[in-house]
């Protein structure tokens, strides 16, 4: 869900011009305009990594618990990006930025209530270089209500659905097989905001391959590419809706990114492939002392070791990236 906002920035991100960017930057960064840190990067030889973060938001319990946990990794000297969702349930123990030990959409919460949003934002990015080995270079986020403003604004995006489900938002119902809230038809779909967010974040489901989140963040990118292709390259015709994108993220985002910067990473958003954190091969269930069910790196020992999981994701960026790429940007 994370890259929308990135997305976004590329669709208007060369028109932004004078005052007008100015204050759209204000409201969104914590970065100077006009400023940029990655225009080196970006062409340089050191990979560069993104975190992007997306979140209820409101006044409820849990409304800055994290729902969507993505790394987005750019190579700029092979123009590649790997993307590598973070599962929600991770467990993190022996991270001196997170001592009080939890889960890892927790840890943006706990940064949050401590000092704001901007706090949250670098606390996530901390831990998770920590965790899995990477350099997180800067970080951005969104509510929930600005990801349904960004895709209403562009009246709605069309996705291909490969498999047909139907959802619920409790475990109960969905143990019941009361799938009350609907269903996604296999096919062609035509989401406003609202649905393009529950298809988004369908977790409790009818099939059992939808009812991950491993399966969440795939369908996160199909709305993502959905939402590119309405915005556009940015050409005359993306004007309209960038300025209305635009206007939909202010108050909704948040990042340490310029609007330059956003214009930069932007036009290596196209996901060259993607690596998961399975269970099995690199996750292992099991529970806290609570009896919280979480996720750990298989064969951990304990608090700390995360070094299996860091040198899978090495090896994995370490691997040639295959030259297709598939069409609907849900890259396997």
Known sequence: MLLLVLLVAGGVGI??????????????????????????????????NVLMVGYGGGD??????????????IDPETDTTTTIPIPRDLWIEGISEFSQNGKVNEVFAVGQAQ?????????????????????????????FAGFEE???????????????FSYTSMEAKHLAGNWDLGTFPAGELHLDG????AYSRARYTSVFEESNDF???????????????????GGLGSIGPGLQLMDAMEGRVRTDLSVIDLALVSSHLSSDRRIELSE?????????????????????TGPGDYGGMQAYIADQLAQPIPTASPSDGAAP
């Open 15 to 48: 028109f932004l011009l004078g005052t007008r960017a100015a204050a759209f930057n204000a409201t969104v960064s914590t970065a100077p305009f006009p400023s940029t840190a990655l225009l080196g990067a970006l062409n340089g030889s050191e990979p560069v």
């Open 60 to 73: 409820h319990a849990g409304a800055y618990l994290a729902d969507s946990i993505q790394i987005l990794s």
């Open 115 to 143: 000092a704001g949003l901007d706090a949250a934002g670098d606390r996530l990015a901390e831990v998770l270089s920590d965790v899995t080995g990477l350099e997180i270079d800067h970080w951005l986020s969104i509510d």
């Open 150 to 164: 960004m895709v209403d604004a562009v009246g709605g995006v069309t996705v291909q659905n490969p498999t047909a």
């Open 194 to 197: 609202a649905q393009a967010l």
């Open 215 to 233: 399966a969440r963040s795939i369908r996160q990118a199909r709305v993502l590419a959905a939402l590119r292709s309405k915005v556009g390259d």
């Open 280 to 300: 099995g091969q690199v996750l292992m269930a099991t529970t806290n002392t609570d009896g919280q069910y979480i996720l750990v790196p298989t064969g951990w």
